[in-house]
């Protein structure tokens, strides 16, 4: 797991596909694999997953911890 964020975690734990969570958060299965192997992505990436997996945007550090 990457130590830049914890998306693979959160997604795994909640039984949820990378092909799921994509189609969730209206991005590619692949943008998931890259942020998932710790690769940057940009900030909208990062709010469609956040609210996608049912966080509100004040917690940002849950999944992407500075």
Request: glycine share 4%; net charge positive.
């Amino acid at each position: 797991m990457s130590t830049r964020n914890k998306l693979r975690k959160i997604r795994e734990d909640r039984l949820i596909s990378k092909m799921e969570l994509a189609r969730l958060a209206g991005v590619s299965p692949a943008t998931i694999e890259r942020i998932e192997r710790g690769e940057a992505c940009r900030i909208e990436t990062m709010r469609k997953i956040i609210l996608s997996l049912g966080y509100s945007l004040a917690d940002k550090e849950i999944v992407f911890p500075s």
